[in-house]
T-cell receptor, first 114, second 113 residues
């Protein structure tokens, strides 16, 4: 079945460092891809999305490009802040964007220190 | 615009009891999904409802059930609770276009003792 694999955490960075969180997927169809963020004690917030190959999603300085050839959707940010400390989840939906089920990776905890 | 509201936020139940969790979606959203989040299994899909009909169901035992009302509010029920049912239960709603993706609530943290 479809699946998402994320890099193990925690990722520990100093403020203003460059961030990459790797995400690869396995899917039989043409999934839409998402990054969600979870702050302590809260639910998930959609960070960005991409619906087809070569699409780039971006939001709040974060970016991810849908790479079909490498089945990847790595999350990047040029300069992290302490407030970015959270758990990041990569996810896919396997029936296109207008779908009803998300498959999540295991999550990667990001810790940013001043 | 109010977000997705889940009640209660915290719940402690005894093994063997049953529990009902509630979710009020964003006004106008007709699709509601439920997910279970645990440290060991991560985020797992439970079920999805649209216009009072269950459209999709995850790989969970029959003890887990849900329903959706005509106002799109949804409930999930877990009967004969087990210790392993301790988890954060997240509800998410989506509008018809799906353009903005799913909006999640803050969850109900269930502890089974």
């Amino acid at each position: 079945g479809d699946s998402v694999t994320q890099m193990e955490g925690p990722v520990t960075l100093s403020e203003e460092a460059f961030l990459t969180i790797n995400c690869t997927y396995t899917a039989t169809g043409y999934p839409s891809l998402f990054w969600y963020v979870q702050y302590p004690g809260e639910g998930l917030q959609l960070l960005l999305k991409a619906t087809k190959a070569d699409d780039k999603g971006s939001n709040k300085g974060f970016e991810a490009t849908y790479r079909k050839e490498t089945t990847s959707f790595h999350l990047e940010k040029g300069s992290v802040q302490v407030s970015d400390s959270a758990v990041y989840f990569c996810a896919l939906s396997d029936q296109g964007y207008n779908t009803d089920k998300l498959i999540f990776g295991t999550g990667t905890r990001l810790q940013v220190f001043p | 615009k109010a977000g997705v509201t889940q009640t209660p936020r915290y719940l402690i139940k005894t093994r063997g009891q049953q529990v009902t969790l509630s979710c009020s979606p964003i006004s106008g959203h007709r699709s509601v999904s439920w997910y279970q989040q645990t440290p060991g299994q991560g985020l797992q899909f439970l079920f999805e409802y649209f216009s009072e009909t269950q459209r999709n169901k995850g790989n969970f035992p029959g003890r887990f059930s849900g329903r959706q009302f005509s106002n799109s509010r949804s409930e999930m029920n877990v009967s004969t609770l087990e210790l392993g049912d301790s988890a954060l239960y997240l509800c998410a709603s989506r509008d018809g276009s799906g353009e903005l993706g799913y909006t999640f609530g803050s969850g109900t943290r269930l502890t089974v003792v």
